[in-house]
């Protein structure tokens, strides 16, 4: 499966069953340098659209947003060890959860990569 995006820099992509989540390179690139990153505990649920992880830079704090329903199945220990990650590599070991979805489809109303690149050049 294809990343899905969501119009608040947010990406999906299904790995094995679980769905893998991140923020997006372009919102890495207008955060600026990551200094902390916070992500929720194994196992807690979330709706589409709750705050799930708080990413703050140098010049400022921002939440990220669950973009499925799911229950949080792994969360990457690295990101928060080492923050500066999600501004090497956003899209790959930077990922933030797992989870697993109650509603797959939520995935059917973000973005796909040619979508989401228009949304993110006019936003």
């Not at 340098?33 to 992500?39: K, W």
């Not at 990457?76 to 797992?98: H, Y």
Request: charged share 30%; net charge negative.
């Amino acid at each position: 499966m294809s990343i899905k995006y969501t119009n608040d820099h947010e990406w999906a992509k299904e790995d094995g069953g679980v769905y893998v989540i991140g923020i997006s390179a372009h919102a890495a690139e207008q955060l600026g340098d990551v200094v902390f990153v916070e992500l929720p505990e194994v196992g807690k649920t979330f709706a589409k659209g709750d705050d799930m992880a708080v990413v703050e830079s140098v010049k400022a704090a921002s939440d990220v947003y669950a973009p499925i329903s799911g229950e949080v199945v792994e969360v990457n220990q690295s990101v928060v060890d080492e923050p500066a990650k999600v501004n090497e590599d956003a899209m790959g070991a930077a990922w933030f959860v797992k989870l697993k979805a109650s509603n797959p489809g939520e995935l059917d109303e973000m973005m796909d990569e040619a979508a989401y690149k228009e949304f993110a050049e006019n936003s």
